[in-house]
C-alpha cells in the first residue's frame, strides 16, 4: 500500500508538472501572439495605398482590449497625422512610388488645420510629377479638403458630394431640468464663457451667438479658401447658396451634380477606380484578380524612411483632447501624464520643447499642472540653463489649451486655428426639489455654515455659493495674469479679448494671443534657432512609445488592409451619421452635468473635430440612471 501511494503520489507530481509547464508554454505563446508585430513589408514599384478608414487625428487614443472585448464594436480607427503626412513625403521621394492611390471610402474626418497640413503633404506628391486619385462613395467637407489636392477626384455614381459648412443648433436642457426639478448651480467669470447655457437656459445668450457666429464665420471662410486655391474650378458659390437647385438641376443625380459643379472629375465604382490606379502603375505581381495593381502600404513606406536622430534633440509633447485630471490619455491629455513627458525630456537634456496643442482646454489643475512643468523646463539645469519653449496650435488651443501655452517663447498657430477662450467655469447639480417631490425632506444641526456642504442632495447654503464663486473669479483673475505676463500686455489689455470668447486664428494673432502663422515645422525651426543648434538637430517625439498589445488592437479594430465593405454614403446616410453624432452630444451633455469636477476651463464654441463614442452598453448605461433617477 506504501508503495502504490508513492507511485501515486510520483504519477500525480509528474502530472502536475506537465500542466504547469503547457501552461507556461500556452501564455510564452500568447504573449508572442499578442506583441508580434506584422512585418511592415518591402516598397515595390507601383502605387502608394493610402487608406484613410477612419479619422486622422494629432495623438491616437490609447484603447484598452479588455474594454473592445466587453463593447463588442471596435472604435474608429485614428490616424496619426505625423504619420500620414510622412508617408506622403516619402512617397514624393522615393522613385518606386509613382502614383498616390488615396481611398477615401471610410474616412470620417478630422480637424480642419491637421487635414490642410496633409493636404499640402499631398500637393508636394503632385509637384513631384505623381498623380494622387482620391476616391470615395461620397464626399462631405473634411473629405473635399482633402481630395481637393489630388489629381483625379473619383466618386461612386450612387454617391456625391456635399458641403455641408461649419455651425449648427445645440440642445438647451434649462426648461427640462427646472420641469424634473434638478437645480444646476453655475459659477462662472466671463460674458462670453456659455459652456454652461445650456443647462440654465433654453436658448444662446445674445453674446453667445455673437461670437460663435464670428467664429463659424472665420472658419468657414478659411475652408472655402483652401478648397478653392487647391481646386479653382470647384464652383463652391453654387454648391453652398442654393444646394437644392444644383440638385435639381441634374435631376436629383447627387454623384453628376458633384461632377457638373467641378467637385470631383470621375464618376465610377471602386472596382473602376482599381482599374484606373492598374492602368496607371501596372498590375500587381502577387495579386491575380484583374483590378489588382502593384502598390506599397503605408508602414513599408515609412519603415523603409526611417527618421532622422542625428544632433541635438527638440522634444515634442502633445496635448491633445480634452485636459483632465490625472494619468489619462493619450488621446486625452492628462495632467500628471504629460507633465511627467515634460519632466522626462527635461532629464533627457532635450535642448529645447515644442508644445504641440489640440485641445478645448478642461481642467484647471491639470492645465496648471502642465503649465508647471513647462517652466521647471525653462529653467533649465546648472548645466543647461534657460531653454526655450514654443507652442504650435493645431486645430485647437483654447480656455485650458491656452492656460498651458503661457509659457511659450513664441506661439506659432494657423489661420483655421481656434484660440483664445479665456475664462472658467464650475457647475454643481443638486436634486432638493426633486426630492421634496417625493415627500423627501432634509433636517438637522451644523456647527459651521460649511458641515455637510456641498450637499447635492438636500442644496448648497448661500456661504458654500459665495466661496466657489469667488473662488472661480480668483482663478479667472489668475489666468488673465498668466496670459497678460506671457503677452507682455496689461491685465486690463487682456480683459478686452478674454471674457471666455473664442477666436480664430486670425483675429487672435492680430490681438497678440498669437505671434506667428505656421505648423509643427515651423515651430521647430523657430525652437532650434532659439536655442542656437543651426542645423544640428532632430525632433523627438514623447508619449508615443509602441503599444505591446498594439498588434493585437490593429486586429480587433482593422488594419488598413481590412477588406470589410466601405459604408455607402450618400445624402441620407450623412444625415444618418449626423443623427448618431447628435444622440452621442446628448448623452455627453447630460454625464457632463452628473459628472464631479473642479473649476473648468473648457470651451463649448470649439468644435472638437474627432470623439472616440463611448460604447453603447455605457451609453444604455448612463441613460438608464437617469431615466430611473427621473422616474421615466
Known amino acids: 500500500m506504501i508503495f502504490a501511494r508513492k507511485v501515486w503520489a510520483l504519477l500525480v507530481g509528474i502530472k502536475d508538472g506537465l500542466v504547469l509547464l503547457f501552461m507556461l508554454l500556452f501564455f510564452m505563446a500568447l504573449y508572442a501572439a499578442l506583441t508580434a508585430r ?26 484598452d482590449p479588455f474594454e473592445l472585448l466587453v463593447a463588442g464594436d471596435a472604435p474608429v480607427k485614428e490616424h496619426r497625422a505625423r504619420d500620414v503626412i510622412r508617408t506622403l513625403e516619402a512617397a514624393a521621394e522615393d522613385e518606386r512610388i509613382k502614383a498616390v492611390a488615396l481611398d477615401l471610402s471610410r474616412f470620417m474626418g478630422g480637424g480642419q488645420v491637421t487635414l490642410q497640413d496633409v493636404g499640402a503633404a499631398i500637393d508636394k506628391v503632385r509637384k513631384a510629377n505623381k498623380p494622387v486619385v482620391a476616391f470615395a462613395h461620397a464626399y462631405a467637407d473634411d473629405g473635399l479638403l482633402l481630395a481637393a489636392h489630388a489629381s483625379e477626384v473619383w466618386v461612386d455614381p450612387l454617391g456625391g458630394a456635399f458641403v455641408m459648412g461649419p455651425g449648427g443648433m445645440r440642445l438647451y436642457y434649462g426648461d427640462a431640468l427646472a420641469r424634473f426639478k434638478v437645480t444646476p448651480h453655475v459659477f462662472k467669470v466671463g460674458t462670453y464663457k456659455d459652456f454652461v447655457e445650456p443647462y440654465v437656459q433654453n436658448q444662446a445668450s445674445p453674446a453667445s451667438k455673437e461670437a460663435r457666429g464670428a467664429l463659424v464665420s472665420a472658419v468657414w471662410e478659411d475652408w472655402q479658401a483652401h478648397v478653392k486655391a487647391a481646386r479653382p474650378k470647384a464652383d463652391l458659390a453654387r454648391v453652398t447658396t442654393d444646394p437644392v437647385g444644383w440638385l435639381q438641376a441634374s435631376q436629383g443625380d447627387a454623384a453628376k451634380a458633384a461632377l457638373a459643379a467641378g467637385l470631383v472629375d470621375k464618376l465610377g465604382t471602386q472596382a473602376d477606380f ?270 508615443q512609445d509602441e503599444d505591446p498589445y498594439a498588434s493585437l488592437i490593429e486586429q480587433l479594430r482593422g488594419t488598413e488592409d481590412a477588406d470589410a465593405p466601405a459604408t455607402g454614403m450618400d445624402l441620407t446616410g450623412l ?16 454625464a457632463r452635468l452628473f459628472e464631479a469636477r473642479g473649476a473648468q476651463a473648457l470651451c463649448l464654441d470649439c468644435p472638437v473635430p474627432v470623439a472616440v463614442v463611448k460604447p453603447v452598453a455605457a451609453q444604455q448605461g448612463l441613460m438608464a440612471r437617469l431615466l430611473g433617477f427621473f422616474g421615466g
Open 38 to 63: 506584422p512585418s511592415p513589408g518591402q516598397v515595390r514599384d507601383g502605387a502608394l495605398l493610402l487608406k484613410l478608414d477612419g479619422t486622422v487625428v494629432e495623438e491616437p487614443a490609447k484603447v
Open 274 to 543: 482599381h482599374a484606373r490606379l492598374r492602368a496607371l502603375v501596372g498590375p500587381d505581381p502577387l495579386d491575380d484578380s484583374p483590378l489588382g495593381f502593384a502598390h506599397t502600404k503605408p508602414a513599408a513606406l515609412l519603415a523603409a524612411h526611417p527618421e532622422d536622430a542625428d544632433g541635438a534633440a527638440i522634444a515634442v509633447v502633445n496635448v491633445a483632447g480634452e485636459i483632465v485630471d490625472g494619468k489619462a490619455g493619450p488621446g486625452t491629455a492628462g495632467g500628471t501624464r504629460i507633465a511627467k513627458l515634460i519632466d522626462q525630456a527635461n532629464a533627457d537634456g532635450a535642448k529645447a520643447l515644442v508644445l504641440r496643442v489640440d485641445s478645448p482646454g478642461g481642467s484647471v489643475m491639470g492645465s496648471e499642472e502642465i503649465r508647471t512643468a513647462l517652466n521647471r523646463f525653462k529653467a533649465g539645469t546648472k548645466d543647461s540653463g534657460p531653454r526655450p519653449v514654443v507652442v504650435s496650435m493645431a486645430n485647437l488651443a483654447a480656455s485650458g489649451g491656452y492656460w498651458v501655452s503661457t509659457p511659450a517663447d513664441r506661439i506659432f498657430a494657423e489661420p483655421g486655428t481656434i484660440t483664445g477662450s479665456i475664462g472658467i467655469f464650475a457647475m454643481i447639480p443638486t436634486f432638493e426639489r426633486a426630492l421634496a417631490d417625493y415627500g423627501v425632506k432634509a433636517d438637522g444641526v451644523r456647527s459651521t455654515p460649511l458641515s455637510g456642504q456641498p450637499d447635492l442632495l438636500t442644496g448648497l447654503t448661500p456661504e458654500v455659493k459665495a466661496m466657489i464663486q469667488a473662488n472661480i473669479e480668483q482663478n479667472y483673475g489668475r489666468f488673465v495674469g498668466l496670459v497678460a505676463q506671457s503677452r507682455k500686455r496689461s491685465p486690463a489689455e487682456v480683459e478686452t479679448y478674454a471674457e471666455g470668447r473664442a477666436w480664430d486664428g486670425g483675429t487672435a494673432r492680430q490681438k497678440g494671443l498669437v505671434d506667428a502663422f505656421g505648423g509643427l515645422n515651423e515651430a521647430l525651426a523657430d525652437a532650434a534657432q532659439r536655442a542656437k543648434l543651426g542645423d544640428e538637430w532632430y525632433p523627438s517625439f514623447y508619449g
Open 575 to 590: 444625415v444618418a451619421a449626423r443623427q448618431q453624432a447628435g444622440i452621442d452630444r446628448v448623452v455627453n451633455d447630460l
